[in-house]
Structure formats: C-alpha cells, structure tokens
C-alpha cells in the first residue's frame, strides 16, 4: 500500500513539475511579445521623427528589424504552442530515456 501510494506521489509530482515548466514557456514567451511590440513602437516613432518633409515612412529599413524579430518571436510560438510540430510527439521523453540509458552504460 505504501508502494502505491509514493509512486502516485512521485507521479503526481512529475505531472506538477510538466505543467510548471509549460507554464514558464508559455510566460516567457508572453514576455517575448510584450518586448517585441514595445521596442519595435519605440522604433516606429524614432523612424517616424527622423523622416524628411514628404518621405515615405514604408522603406525597407524601417520594417528589418519589425520582419526578422518577427519571424524569430514565430518560431519561438511555434515552439511553446506546437512542439510537436517539429520534433515529434514525445520527442523529449524518447531523448530523456536515451541519455539515461546511455549513462547507465557509461557508470558501470
């Protein structure tokens, strides 16, 4: 019976520490956005400041840092929200067992 119940402790413990470190994904790339969309308004207005009487804000320059940070904070969506899109379901879990099997062998 004590068996039993430490290896639903030890259970419960492993689903508690899955859903925390989701949670700090999913929060960190909330901050990623919250970041993104602060710095590139900041550079919106310095650009908008620094234009000539009758130039045109829609220059490439003005949109490099907005398109490739962008396409960065996707991927990094892409990688909370869609793991498995990429690497597989149970990607990790299939790892995790690989190294422990490979440093069984190695501490013998």
Do not use: C
């Amino acid at each position: 019976m004590e068996l039993m119940r430490n290896d639903f402790n030890l259970e419960m413990q492993d689903r508690m520490d899955r859903a925390k470190a989701e949670v700090k994904k999913i929060k960190g790339f909330y901050s990623h956005v919250l970041v993104y969309v602060v710095i590139n308004l900041m550079i919106v207005v310095i650009n908008i400041q620094d234009l000539e009487p009758g130039e045109s804000y829609f220059q490439f320059q003005n949109f490099f840092t907005l398109t490739f940070w962008g396409l960065g904070l996707l991927v990094h969506g892409l990688s909370v929200f869609l793991p498995n899109w990429v690497l597989g379901k149970n990607w990790e879990e299939r790892k995790i067992k690989k190294f422990m099997e490979q440093d069984k062998y190695r501490s013998k």
